[in-house]
């Protein structure tokens, strides 16, 4: 793989609507939030998602993650998923700049 080539397992990951949804989700809550209110936002099952989320660095938990979550068990945003937010409202403007200059011509 060249330099120049994506991550597939992070581009992979953020391609998908759920993982936007669980990350701007947690961007809005910063004291954390349970896998039941994340998954209740993302409106898909959010065990997996978090899980991948974590292994790529961008999402904590309090207690350990060889159990399952429980009604007390809460995932936040770590400063490299604050960064992530970061990244993403920027493309996100980027893409709406583009799209109104599309409209335009």
């Given at each position: 793989?060249?330099?120049?080539?994506?991550?597939?397992?992070?581009?992979?990951?953020?391609?998908?609507k759920t993982t936007y949804q669980a990350v701007r989700f947690?961007?809005?809550h910063p004291h954390g939030a349970s896998q039941a209110q994340?998954?209740?936002?993302?409106?898909?099952?959010?065990?997996?998602?978090?899980?991948?989320?974590?292994?790529?660095?961008?999402?904590?938990?309090?207690?350990?993650?060889?159990l399952p979550a429980d009604e007390w068990t809460t995932f936040?945003?770590?400063?490299?998923?604050?960064?992530?937010?970061?990244?993403?409202?920027?493309?996100?403007?980027?893409?709406?700049?583009?799209?109104?200059?599309?409209?335009?011509?």
């Amino acid at each position: 793989m060249s330099s120049r080539e994506p991550s597939s397992g992070i581009l992979g990951l953020l391609s998908h609507k759920t993982t936007y949804q669980a990350v701007r989700f947690l961007a809005a809550h910063p004291h954390g939030a349970s896998q039941a209110q994340i998954t209740t936002a993302v409106g898909a099952d959010a065990q997996h998602l978090l899980r991948r989320l974590a292994r790529e660095g961008f999402v904590t938990r309090n207690g350990t993650w060889d159990l399952p979550a429980d009604e007390w068990t809460t995932f936040a945003l770590n400063p490299r998923g604050h960064e992530l937010v970061n990244h993403l409202e920027r493309l996100d403007e980027w893409a709406r700049t583009r799209r109104a200059r599309h409209q335009c011509l």
